[in-house]
């Protein structure tokens, strides 16, 4: 993760499917993340305009948090992103050199409301 100081609003996705299509076919404000199975797709970008880069995290047994991938889904065609993703639920690159614990600051819709990077 790029931004150790950075809150997220955590929503849900339904598929592997519908998250492709959520990161290739939108523009997300930078404190946007999704988790779908277990894993954390957490907005990583520098900026709206840039290329749209997702930190994934994998939500560990006991409630700590492993980075296992960084994503730049702006660059991917749906069916990449489809792959990728498909590829982070199956715990494919958990077992990454370079994965590391991390702490992200996680909040639900509600918790979050409105924040200066969603204004």
């Not at 290739?24 to 709206?48: I, K, M, P, R, V």
């Not at 994965?99 to 819709?109: I, N, Q, Y």
Request: glycine residues 6%.
């Amino acid at each position: 993760m790029f931004h150790r100081n950075r809150t997220w609003c955590v929503g849900p996705v339904e598929s592997a499917e519908q998250l492709a299509e959520t990161l290739t076919q939108h523009t997300w404000t930078l404190c946007t993340a999704f988790e779908l199975a277990g894993y954390l797709f957490l907005n990583d970008s520098t900026s709206e305009d840039g290329a749209q880069e997702f930190a994934v995290v994998k939500r560990m047994p006991d409630g700590t948090f492993r980075q296992v991938e960084s994503i730049t889904f702006g660059w991917c065609s749906e069916s990449q992103a489809l792959d990728y993703v498909r590829r982070s639920i199956a715990g494919e690159f958990d077992g990454a050199d370079y994965a590391k614990t991390v702490s992200p600051r996680l909040e639900t819709p509600e918790q979050h409301g409105t924040c200066p990077l969603c204004a």
